[in-house]
């Protein structure tokens, strides 16, 4: 049985893109200075074929419209440091490395300063984030032995990647990735840039000029557009952008061949170029800044799946008054739970109501959400009811007496 089908052509499938094509100004807030971070939250879409056998073995886990909450972290791609990875390398923690997934192991407790030092995880940026979302999700609630962090195989890595890890938690639909932690490289900032025509990148400013030695590209349009005619821009622009070690090559072959075999992927053929269509050389030139395109660490948390682990984590029954009573408690840290605190006196009088407000009136102007009960109910249920609903802290008191 076939569910809905609707294209999800025209909805963002994450929200990270607006933070990049937003980088120009970003980067001018921050005082044109590396590495600086901007996250956002929103509604992301994914065009998911989805059927009545498969939703019931996924339950909720897997939607087509989920909220999305990503952090870009800009880096320069030479300094993969953080200043603050001191405060989160001697966590230790279950880590699933590719190695140990190829060989069949199970995941281990690993120290992430050694993790990062010994080259498991790609750089110190990307551990100390890592480290991050584990002290996120273990504040909130998730298990500490049923969460590990999964390195990506290479079969799932993106082309782009540098590295990257997902943070799975176990539930009741096995081990679920709720938190996608990677190194794109600076391959989204590269492609804007290509597809717009607008600069996407940053500068270091030298202290004093530095002397370099620059291969210069010289593309003759007159020699390419009698060889190549209406495909002449394609050549052109593939020869523009051709790595150092591509030119070099080329450079190589053209001096001692006087031509070269040069493939153009967008004309999905390979040329013949000759030394009169193209000069390479090289030059020394003087230089007072690098300009470059940052790469991106990039956190990405899909928070309807976190909540859902977070429910079964905290809850479970206990035992009532007779032996067939199971009474269901939520153990919500008080970080999260939406109500802190109850208030109720150990019995009915009209005395402790009038305190009962009180104290009311005090949580309130201090911000603390709670709920007053002053009913004439047991204590034993009040309790229950407020276990039922995850509230962590209760303030209840009776008459001393004289």
Not at 27 to 42: D, H, R, S, T, V
Not at 247 to 265: H, I, P, T
Not at 363 to 373: A, F, N, Y
Request: glycine letters at 6%; one cysteine or more.
């Amino acid at each position: 049985m076939q569910l809905c089908l609707h294209s999800c052509r025209y909805m963002r499938p994450e929200t990270a893109q607006g933070i990049f094509v937003n980088f120009k100004d970003l980067y001018y807030y921050n005082g044109n200075k590396l590495p600086f971070a901007a996250a956002q939250i929103g509604q992301a879409f994914r065009n998911e074929v989805l059927f009545y056998t498969y939703i019931l073995k996924t339950g909720l886990l897997r939607v087509r419209e989920f909220t999305l909450a990503e952090i870009e972290h800009f880096v320069d791609p030479e300094d993969k440091s953080h200043p603050k990875f001191s405060d989160v390398a001697d966590l230790k923690f279950l880590m699933f490395p590719r190695e140990e997934q190829l060989t069949g192991k199970s995941s281990t407790t690993l120290r992430l300063g050694d993790a990062v030092a010994n080259g498991t995880i790609n750089n110190e940026t990307l551990g100390y984030f890592i480290g991050r979302v584990y002290l996120f999700l273990t504040r909130l609630g998730i298990e500490k032995d049923r969460l590990r962090f999964r390195q990506h195989l290479p079969n799932e890595m993106a082309h782009y990647a540098a590295d990257c890890w997902d943070a799975e938690i176990e539930c009741s639909y096995g081990w679920i990735e709720c938190v996608g932690i990677a190194d794109r490289s600076a391959y989204d900032l590269k492609a804007h840039t290509e597809k717009s025509g607008v600069a996407l990148v940053a500068a270091e400013k030298f202290a004093e000029p530095r002397e370099v030695e620059k291969l210069l590209i010289t593309p003759s349009k007159k020699d390419l557009g009698l060889a190549f005619k209406g495909n002449q821009k394609m050549v052109l622009e593939a020869l523009e952008a051709m790595s150092e070690a591509e030119a070099l090559e080329m450079k190589f072959k053209l001096e001692s061949n006087g031509e070269a075999e040069f493939q153009v992927c967008t004309l999905n053929k390979t040329v013949t170029i000759t030394n009169k269509m193209v000069s390479i050389n090289k030059e020394k030139k003087k230089e007072h800044q690098r300009v470059f395109t940052p790469s991106v660490i990039e956190p990405s948390f899909g928070i309807g799946r976190i909540i859902y682990c977070l429910y079964e984590h905290c809850f479970y029954t206990r035992a009532g008054k007779t032996e067939d009573e199971q009474l269901n408690v939520f153990a919500f840290p008080t970080l999260v739970a939406p109500i802190k605190c109850t208030v109720f006196p150990l019995a009915k009088n009209e005395q402790f109501d009038t305190v009962a407000r009180d104290i009311s009136k005090e949580l309130t102007s201090s911000g603390i959400s709670h709920i007053i009960d002053v009913t004439g109910t047991s204590i034993g249920k009040r309790y229950a009811r407020t276990d039922e609903i995850g509230v962590p802290l209760a303030v209840t008191w009776i008459r001393r007496r004289q």
